[in-house]
C-alpha cells in the first residue's frame, strides 16, 4: 500500500513563506487527484488545496492567492508552496492520495502522511 512522507514544516513569523513537500512510496503519481488537508487544535480538518489529474487545482478561500500546491510525477512529490503566512494558517498539515479500488478506480478512501506542523507567529 501507499505511504506518503511529509517535511517542510516548521515555524515561521506571519509574512514568511514555507515548502511542504509529500514523498510516496509504492504509489503511482498522475492517476488520481492528491490534496493538502490541514487541522488546528480544536477544529475539523479542512482541505487546503487539491491538484487534478489534469492539472487543475482548487484552494480553500482562506489560502488562495497565497498558497501553490504542485506535483513532480517523476519524484512522487506533491508540493505546498505557502506564501504571505499568517497566523490562522498554523495547523498540522497532511498529504492525502487516493485509493484505488480495483487497480484503476479512485475512491474516496485515502492514504494519508503523518502529518507535519507549521507554526505562524506575528
Known amino acids: 500500500q501507499g505511504q506518503l512522507v511529509e517535511s517542510g514544516g516548521g515555524s515561521v513569523q506571519a509574512g514568511g513563506s514555507l515548502r511542504l513537500s509529500c514523498v510516496a512510496s509504492?504509489?503511482?503519481?498522475?492517476?488520481?487527484?492528491m490534496g493538502w488537508y490541514r487541522q488546528a487544535p480544536g477544529k475539523e480538518r479542512e482541505l487546503v488545496s487539491t491538484i487534478n489529474i489534469d492539472g487543475t487545482t482548487t484552494y480553500a478561500d482562506s489560502v488562495k492567492g497565497r498558497f501553490t500546491i504542485s506535483q513532480d510525477n517523476a519524484k512522487n512529490t506533491l508540493y505546498l508552496q505557502m506564501n504571505s503566512l499568517k497566523t490562522e494558517d498554523t495547523a498540522v498539515y497532511y498529504c492525502?492520495?487516493?485509493?484505488?479500488?480495483?487497480?484503476?478506480?479512485?475512491?474516496?478512501?485515502?492514504?494519508w502522511g503523518q502529518g507535519t506542523q507549521v507554526t505562524v507567529s506575528s
Open positions: 492525502a492520495a487516493p485509493k484505488r479500488a480495483m487497480g484503476w478506480v479512485c475512491t474516496e478512501d485515502k492514504y
Open positions: 509504492g504509489y503511482i503519481f498522475g492517476a488520481c487527484g
